[in-house]
């Protein structure tokens, strides 16, 4: 790791300050703005099917008379900072568990830098090519930052998303106001001192990872804010002696090249998968597995047990009757039980009174979960999962998988012929629907389409704004 004495090296932030501050839409490969809609696409759809979520309702409360008039709300007329705006939109991308993930960073990039890449664009006016570059940037460093880690913060206490997120939103907010190299160092800087995001929401299924998300916008903007004012931050954030990789190693084995190695040819955005199913994507594995039990033929009846072989992931519960809907979203049990039961698993699965099925239950009670030594030593590079079936009559049938669906490097997406892309569009007509929210679909659509065409975000930001007066998934 590199300290303040050894001069042999620029700062990391500088460098990615110098890598942000340089770069435009025109010089990048076709398939990174293309993706990137994607996942813009991706994570808009799942803010509005959370805008109603009691946990939403709650936070807009909080929210209200909170000034200003730079950016919108989802699913409100009225306007207001960027950094609450931020902040709200962020927490709803993530509530339902429906957005997008990056295997080797272990976080939830979406969910942080399109809600603070579209605030911070808003209040500037900037255009449609300037938003989708803030994206595109805003992914990058915050895939980097986490790929430093391989998800070793969650053994620590502590959610990546925000913590590693922050900094990404810092750059995100920077490029739509086109900073200079200096002032996004500061605001770097400036970022490192708000990361933060505690994993104890877990215990009790309460709504902080929630707000993850959004507080990490929301910082984002902030730091930028300040340092567009002229406001300082350490340019030795990440490796210095008090920086960031210090504070949150503990004494693991980081890889702190990890953050600028292969920058600007190497687009770790390419790696980020997009979830299929609502819930943990650490258990996607055991989705997946259960959902092909089911087509071949297994029903809840037929299964005398199933036990889960998995990686470690301190997230992850074995909750079997679990009591609401986000305790739910990380059970192993219910969603294997629920999935296989099913023949597949929606938002209709993780309503309150979808986890008090007896069928599913009575199925889910008879499902373990183990966190397996070898396959958390594969984790993140594989995501090995193993589902070991007792069939009723006695008889054994063993089931694995190492890269769930909606991974980029699985192998139904390497014709690389857009079925990646198409998947995520199949995705967001479904989710939307199901919320009554289909009348956005096709206006969203074509606004992400075309967005780096557009003079400003106003298109995107028009839709957002629209009320969301009824759904039919609440997850409280």
Request: glycine fraction near 10%.
């Amino acid at each position: 790791m590199t300290t303040a004495g050894s001069g042999s090296r620029r700062w990391i932030a500088a460098q990615l300050a110098e890598f942000a501050a340089g770069a435009a839409l025109d010089a990048l490969p076709p398939e990174i703005p293309r993706r990137a809609k994607a996942h813009v696409l991706d994570t808009l759809a799942g803010a509005i099917a959370a805008g109603n979520e009691p946990s939403t309702r709650a936070l807009l409360r909080a929210l209200d008379g909170a000034l200003g008039d730079e950016a919108t709300i989802l699913g409100r007329a009225s306007r207001t900072q960027a950094e609450v705006a931020a902040l709200a939109n962020g927490a709803m991308a993530h509530s339902l568990e429906l957005d997008d993930d990056h295997r080797l960073a272990t976080l939830h990039p979406g969910a942080v830098i399109v809600p603070a890449a579209l605030a911070a664009s808003e209040a500037a006016g900037a255009s449609g090519e300037r938003f989708l570059l803030a994206v595109i940037l805003g992914y990058e460093v915050t895939c980097r930052v986490g790929e430093a880690f391989l998800g070793r913060q969650f053994y620590r206490g502590f959610h990546p998303t925000a913590t590693c997120g922050v900094f990404g939103a810092a750059v995100a907010a920077s490029v739509a106001w086109d900073l200079t190299q200096e002032q996004i160092v500061n605001a770097l800087g400036i970022a490192g001192s708000q990361a933060a995001g505690l994993g104890e929401w877990r215990f009790d299924g309460s709504w902080t990872k929630r707000l993850h998300p959004g507080l990490a916008a929301q910082g984002g903007i902030l730091s930028a804010r300040l340092a567009r004012e002229g406001f300082t931050g350490p340019a030795s954030v990440f490796e210095g002696e008090s920086g960031f990789l210090r504070a949150f190693r503990f004494n693991d084995t980081i890889d702190a090249d990890a953050i600028t190695r292969g920058l600007g040819t190497d687009f770790r955005m390419m790696k980020t998968a997009f979830k299929p199913y609502p819930g943990c994507r650490f258990a996607h594995g055991a989705i997946d597995l259960a959902i092909s039990l089911h087509d071949d033929g297994m029903t809840p009846e037929t299964i005398r047990e199933i036990a889960v072989r998995t990686f470690r992931t301190d997230i992850l519960n074995q909750e079997a009757r679990p009591q609401t809907p986000v305790v739910a979203q990380f059970s192993v049990p219910y969603l294997t039980a629920a999935a296989l039961a099913g023949g597949s698993l929606g938002l209709g699965d993780l309503t309150p009174a979808a986890i008090e099925r007896p069928e599913v239950l009575a199925l889910s009670s008879r499902i373990s979960m183990t966190e397996d030594d070898e396959f958390t030593a594969a984790y993140p590079e594989r995501y090995l999962t193993e589902l070991r079936v007792t069939l009723s009559d006695g008889q054994e049938r063993t089931v694995t998988t190492d890269c769930p669906r909606g991974d980029p490097d699985a192998a139904d997406y390497a014709a690389g012929d857009g079925r990646f892309e198409r998947e995520i569009s199949d995705k967001v007509r479904g989710v939307l629907d199901y919320v009554h929210a289909g009348d956005h679909g096709p206006s969203l659509d074509r606004s992400v389409a075309d967005i780096d065409r557009a003079a400003s975000v106003s298109s995107i930001a028009e839709i957002l704004a629209l009320p969301i007066t009824a759904s039919k998934v609440t997850l409280a």
